[in-house]
Nanobody, 115 residues
Framework: QVQLAESGGGLVQPGGSLRLSCTFSGSIFGRYVMGWYRQAPGKQRELVANILRGDSVIYGDPVKGRFTISRDNAKAMVYLQMNSLKPEDTAVYYC?????????WGQGTQVTVSS
């Protein structure tokens, strides 16, 4: 059973930066498409970024040019570097792992952007 554990969330001022980390365990990391999603209060969960097995990346439109996703296959970790944060980036951020019909989620980490 895959387990995902996010860390790195917190409170940051507008214009600031945060780096989220996700630790993967329980299967072969390199098989999985890894991603970050977020959900703000009263809104649907939305894609932040995906990184495919060959390191191709896909970003949601609201974060393009500000966020960077990366993965370390040796450490079985995925990261999300968030720069130029805006109040509208406030949400719970979830790590996701997908492979064939398998789809796993972490518990989420809160990111709050506020002055």
């Amino acid at each position: 059973q895959v387990q995902l554990a996010e860390s790195g969330g917190g409170l940051v001022q507008p214009g600031g930066s945060l780096r989220l980390s996700c630790t993967f365990s329980g299967s072969i990391f390199g098989r999985y498409v890894m991603g970050w999603y977020r959900q703000a209060p009263g809104k649907q969960r939305e894609l932040v970024a995906n990184i495919l097995r060959g390191d191709s990346v896909i970003y949601g439109d609201p974060v393009k040019g500000r966020f960077t996703i990366s993965r370390d296959n040796a450490k079985a970790m995925v990261y999300l570097q968030m720069n130029s944060l805006k109040p509208e980036d406030t949400a719970v951020y979830y790590c996701n792992a997908r492979w064939t019909s398998y789809n796993f989620w972490g518990q989420g980490t809160q990111v709050t952007v506020s002055s």
